[in-house]
Nanobody
Framework: QVQLVESGGGLVQAGGSLRLSCAAS????????MGWFRQAPGKEREFVAT????????YYADSVKGRFTISRDNAKNTVYLQMNSLKPEDTAVYYC???????????????????WGQGTQVTVSS
C-alpha cells in the first residue's frame, strides 16, 4: 500500500522560504512521476510542480515559476519542494502525489495521479 507523508509546512512571513518534504513508501518510488498540488480555502486544488521519475525534467505552474523548485532523492524515497520568495497568495494546504508515469510525460492534472498525501499547511503572512 502506497503511503505519502508530507512535512515542512508552517507559518512564514512574506518573502520567506520553506522546504516541503514528501516521504514515500509502499512501492518503487524511483519509477514514478511526483507532483505537488495546493488547495486554498474555497478554491479548487491546483497544480504546482511535477518531476519526472528520474529527476531529469520538471514543470511548474506559472504562478510559482522562478520561486519554487521541485527535486527528488530516489535513494531516500523523498520528493521536495523548495519555496522561496513566498507570497500571501501561496497560503494553502500542499499535497504531494504520485503518478504512474515512467516515461517522459509529466502529469499536471490531478486525475493523472494515483496516490496522495494528507497535506501540510503553509501560511504566508503579509
Amino acid at each position: 500500500q502506497v503511503q505519502l507523508v508530507e512535512s515542512g509546512g508552517g507559518l512564514v512571513q512574506a518573502g520567506g522560504s520553506l522546504r516541503l518534504s514528501c516521504a514515500a513508501s509502499g512501492r518503487t518510488f524511483s519509477r514514478y512521476a511526483m507532483g505537488w498540488f495546493r488547495q486554498a480555502p474555497g478554491k479548487e486544488r491546483e497544480f504546482v510542480a511535477t518531476i519526472r521519475w528520474n529527476g531529469g525534467s520538471t514543470y511548474y505552474a506559472d504562478s510559482v515559476k522562478g520561486r519554487f523548485t521541485i527535486s527528488r532523492d530516489n535513494a531516500k524515497n523523498t520528493v521536495y519542494l523548495q519555496m522561496n520568495s513566498l507570497k500571501p497568495e501561496d497560503t494553502a494546504v500542499y499535497y504531494c502525489a504520485e503518478g504512474d508515469y515512467s516515461g517522459s510525460y509529466l502529469p499536471v492534472l490531478a486525475y493523472e495521479y494515483d496516490h496522495w498525501g494528507q497535506g501540510t499547511q503553509v501560511t504566508v503572512s503579509s
